[in-house]
């Protein structure tokens, strides 16, 4: 009984052969090692796609262009104070080709033109009209504590009645001052002096990445996971990871107080620029059905000197696989710098 079922097995395994054969031509072997395998990868390469969707809304920040927006009552910077200032002596000069002779008794002072709004400034030229200024080249400054040094302005011409002198336009490190007094020294004279108007220092303008305690502000009560300050600005990023059908948490405002950076006296926030992800609805089949949803909206604007920054939020609720159970992430980020204007070559605090 043995033998008759040994051969029975034995001739049975040799029928088959060929068949085996014939099915290791058709496809690579071993079929059952492989194929888990595949499975682990495929999935394995879409859980890293997943992973890099997470890190999406920061690189769509890096490759959008920011949006700027001015103070509606500082609107001047360095640039607009050049153009002014050139426009005020433009007009100066014309004034002093038309000079008409004062009647002033004794060395004095009578009057200054050029002067825009009530401010000397780096770069002005201003006619000086008077009397007993001699038909020599003497000097002319401003002096005050507040400036640290005594601002010697470059004689253009000078008669006994009329001086006409500028201020050094590179003129760096000196602060604004509201009342400053004009000093004429005459050659063998007394000097004779005016102050009736005060100095506006040439403008620069600092890009403030870096956000103090105090200056974010959230009204609703929700506060950020992370602020990073960096070089390229200041990125707030609220951000969770739920189950799958857990709701994320509602859009809202940030204020950004300004008065509370501590700045000098003569700086201020002339603009912000601020960077937003572009908010999302879509289904995204090629990456494991992740659904995008979008809620509310990213927008800026000015209330007084606060900066108030509306926030939407991006829900990103990826499809169960095999090695990931899928969930929702909920994020909020955007990035902000502000641009401040004060006098060149001065510290901001």
Known sequence: MKPYAVSLLFSGCVALAPFAALAQSASPRPTLKTAPKAVVTVDA???EQYKARQLEPVSRLEARAPQRLVHPRRQENAAQQKARVAAANAKTKTIATITVPLTITGPHIARIDGVDNGRYEPGGQYQIRGKGFGTRKGTVFLKENALGK??????????????Y?????????VPDVP??????????????????????????EHRLTVFPAGVLGYPKGRFAD??????????????????????CFQPGTDRIDTTKLNLKPGFWVHSFDVWFPRLESRVDTDVGEIRYTGFGQYSHRWDGDNIMIDWGVQRRRSAPWTLYAGASQCESIYRLTLNINGPRGVPLR
């Open 45 to 47: 390469k879409r859980l």
């Open 150 to 163: 005594s601002i010697a302005l470059n004689i253009l011409h000078w008669s006994d009645e009329r001086i």
């Open 165 to 173: 002198a500028e201020i050094p336009a590179d003129l760096s490190g």
């Open 179 to 204: 009342k400053v007094t004009l000093v004429v020294g005459p050659v063998g004279a007394n000097a004779l002096e005016n102050r009736s108007n005060g100095f506006y220092a040439a403008r620069e």
């Open 226 to 247: 992370t602020v990073t300050n960096a070089t390229n600005g200041a990125t707030i990023r609220r951000y969770v990871e739920q189950g799958a059908n857990d709701a």
